[in-house]
């Protein structure tokens, strides 16, 4: 299993997440503060840090996204 970190800034009107892995036989999952959203979907940014995991077959992702 690899973790990798990153942090992004976005604004309201930014919230739409989607992930395209190389492999598109791997599945994808994706976590906004805990809560679990699909593939392509928007997300609810809180004022601040948002945390986003993603995970794609044995990789997770930490997004520290920052609402500002």
Do not use: F
């Amino acid at each position: 299993t690899s973790i990798k970190s990153y942090s992004a800034q976005t604004s309201n009107a930014t919230n739409k997440i989607t992930v395209v892995p190389v492999d598109a036989s791997e599945t994808v999952k994706i976590t906004v503060n805990g809560t679990e959203i699909d593939n392509g979907t928007s997300a609810t940014w809180r004022a601040g840090d948002n945390a986003v995991v993603i995970t794609v077959g044995g990789a997770t992702y930490n997004v520290t996204v920052k609402r500002g």
